[in-house]
């Protein structure tokens, strides 16, 4: 069965503590990225990977980091610096960036709350 | 003022009515549109995809974009209880990677 899994589902968060979201494809996808959602707000882009070992900020990177070694993982980090990290976190791949239909497929997101 | 201005909803209709889900948009450099289908809890999912001006037709789903007035729409026919979701709409440029920038969503409620 091909496509994105993420892991945990759910997650919680104690003060000061660094988590981090998995985010696996399989389907040979080169690009990755990474958004969060909040009630009224949509989805916005925190990071994303067109390639491995390359990545780069999106509109909201500020207390988060990533890491592309693989081509099919991109695991995100909140870090303490982060402080309202309580939200819904969806991983999405794409086969590259060039032009045409290059659509997006979503996983079923990892719901992160602060204990 | 956002990019693309959605309207949140609720949208509440009668199962088998005519559903209109629209987005505006104001950077006319945005050439390619989308709708995703959002599931309480879960990940978007792809409903349809066009390119620049016109209309694209997949079943019981219309997608419209008018570039001349930044605006487009979904149209859903015949709406099935399980129908109900939060539609969101997305944009993107050409030669801009593959940046999307979404709507808020419209929760869009259908019954029986």
């Known amino acids: 069965d091909g496509g994105i899994t993420q892991s945990p589902k759910y997650l919680f968060r104690k003060e000061g503590q660094n988590v981090t979201l998995s985010c696996e494809q399989n389907l040979n996808h080169d690009a990755m990225y990474w958004y969060r959602q909040d009630p009224g707000q949509g989805l916005r882009l925190i990071y994303y990977?067109?390639?491995?070992?390359?990545?780069q900020k999106g509109d909201i990177a500020e207390g988060y980091s990533v890491s592309r070694e693989k081509k099919e993982s991109f695991p995100l980090t909140v870090t303490s610096a982060q402080k309202n990290p309580t939200a819904f976190y969806l991983c999405?791949?794409?086969?590259?960036?060039?032009?045409?239909?290059?659509?997006?497929?979503f996983g079923a997101g990892t719901r992160l709350s602060v204990l | 003022q956002k990019e693309v201005e959605q309207d949140p909803g609720p949208l509440s209709v009668p199962e088998g009515a005519i559903v209109s889900l629209n987005c505006t948009y104001s950077?006319?450099?945005?050439?390619?549109f989308m709708w995703y289908r959002q599931y309480s809890r879960k990940g978007p999912e792809l409903l349809m995809y066009t390119y620049s001006s016109g209309n694209k037709e997949d079943g019981r789903f219309t997608a419209q974009v008018d570039k001349s007035s930044k605006y487009i729409s979904l149209f859903i026919r015949d709406s099935q209880p399980s129908d109900s979701a939060t539609y969101l709409c997305a944009m993107r440029f050409t030669g801009g990677g593959n940046k999307l920038t979404f709507g808020t969503g419209t929760q869009l409620k259908v019954e029986l």
């Open positions: 999405a791949s794409s086969i590259g960036e060039g032009e045409g239909e290059n659509i997006q497929y």
């Open positions: 990977s067109q390639i491995v070992n390359d990545f």
């Open positions: 950077n006319s450099a945005f050439q390619y």
